[in-house]
């Protein structure tokens, strides 16, 4: 089975911090997504990766960064932790030839709580 | 801008009832529309997806039917089990754009 794995499922961190959030997948996919999840908006994209140390924006990258230097892992960045930064984040991963990472492979989630 | 929204945020059905969950979407370009299951805790987890050249296409206990006139998909279960109570998302794609967007979700609840 397809196993990504999020670093954390609980972080508290303060406002200003640098935040790091890890994900690691073991299915040699060359597609990685960040997504963050808050209630009544779905999930939304923020980075996305197709290949080692390639991203593309997504519809909400401000105030984050990703880096993606092996193919197996992809961290997302929050330069300077904000509240409104706190919500749900959730990676994921697909193989080539899916058009938009239709068949994404989803990690349990990390809570960030930003105070 | 593109959007993908639901009709009900959340959807009561008694234990092998069968189960209508609606999706509308904005973006006539749409090539794939996907359902993604959420248990608690968990992360989503793919369902069933289908292109836009067909209107239906069933998996096990479950059919997706789309409506490409008025812009609707839905995903139909079969005999629904307490062990599908979970907040479903449509998503949709399409060429050109390499990542999926998410509708904001229905909540299932399956009574006994």
């Known amino acids: 089975d397809v196993k990504v794995t999020q670093s954390s499922r609980y972080l508290v961190k303060r406002t200003g911090e640098k935040v790091f959030l890890e994900c690691v997948q073991d299915?040699?996919?060359?597609?990685m997504f960040w997504y963050r999840q808050d209630p009544g908006l779905g999930l939304r994209l923020i980075y996305f990766?197709?290949?080692?140390?390639?991203?593309e924006k997504g519809d909400i990258p401000e105030g984050y960064s990703v880096s993606r230097e092996k193919k197996e892992r992809f961290s997302l960045i929050l330069e300077s932790a904000s509240t409104n930064q706190t919500s749900m984040y959730l990676c994921?991963?697909?193989?080539?030839?899916?058009?938009?990472?239709?068949?994404?492979?989803f990690g349990q989630g990390t809570r960030l709580t930003v105070v | 801008g593109e959007s993908v929204g639901l009709h009900l945020p959340t959807l009561s059905v008694q234990e092998g009832d069968n189960s209508i969950i609606n999706c509308a979407y904005s973006n006539s370009a749409s090539d794939y529309f996907i359902w993604y299951k959420q248990e608690s805790g968990k992360g989503p987890q793919f369902i069933i997806d289908?292109?836009?050249?067909?209107d239906k296409r069933q998996g096990q206990r479950v059919t997706v039917l789309l409506n490409k006139t008025v812009k609707h998909l839905s995903l139909q279960i079969a005999a629904t089990q307490p062990g599908d109570s979970a907040v479903y998302f449509c998503a949709e794609t399409h060429t050109g754009r390499r990542a999926l967007t998410f509708g904001s979700g229905t909540r299932l609840q399956v009574q006994p």
């Open positions: 994921a991963s697909s193989p080539p030839g899916q058009p938009g990472g239709t068949e994404a492979f």
């Open positions: 990766s197709y290949d080692v140390k390639m991203k």
């Open positions: 299915m040699d996919h060359e597609n």
């Open positions: 289908i292109r836009s050249n067909m």
